[in-house]
């Protein structure tokens, strides 16, 4: 079967990663999202002895989970992780611009342990839904048609199906939204800038987005997502998927049908003498 081709240059993302390393100052998402994941990991209360951090900020997650001989790795297509050298291995937030994320899963799997734990955050969905929205309506109005110009990004749950496809045990899918206000629709694409979070798919235009164009959307961010004092909204929806390397004596999930009490019955006893539940 032939391979598909890449959806986003590798090699335009790593030069976009290395000018936002210059600018600086936009990790406010890397530390939320790394706080997010390390309150997940003190909910599981074990301690990880060989943990492993996937990501271009693989440093700013292992200062921040307090893991500080954590192996780093970058997010390259072929990850540099040993097969079953891992208790723990966070991917963090970098999957969501992976031409092959099942193949990045599958990798981290094989480096777990027997029972090793894999957390990865990436960007969902409903991540610069206004952003999206915005740029629409001006490029059809000034341009007469649509271009990609937000990368696509996966949904809940097809993102969780991928959990069971590569075989992880008791795989869990959810996700945190982290609402942001700017000034203007071009303070967020400067943030985006200087968090190398811009347009890297293989099919964008070239060219620099018109002037004309530019006027319209902010335009129409202002107008679809207004906040007080002449900001505008920012949605970023951070997906975290959980899973477990199999080993024996994990709790299993139960046959379908194997139930042995029937749920009208369950909630019948929920319910109080006045016949309230």
Known sequence: MPTPPALFDADLLALRRARAARIGGADFLQEAVADEIGER???VNRSFLAPAIVG???GLWAERLGLAGATL???SERLDLAPGAHDLVVHALALHWANDPVGQLVQCRRALRPDGLLLAALFGGETLSELRQALAAAETATLGGLSPRVAPMGEIRDLGGLLQRVGFAMPVADSRRFDVSYGSAVALMRDLRAMGETNVMRERLRRPM???MLARTEEAYALAAPLPGG???ATFEVIVLTGWAPAP???QPLRPGSATTRLEAALRE?????GER
Not at 270 to 274: G, L
């Open 41 to 43: 990991l003190q909910e």
């Open 210 to 212: 018109p002037r004309a």
């Open 231 to 233: 900001r505008i909204a």
């Open 270 to 274: 929920a319910e109080d003498p006045s």
């Open 73 to 75: 790795v970058a997010d």
């Open 249 to 251: 004596g994990q709790p």
């Open 56 to 58: 271009p900020k693989a």
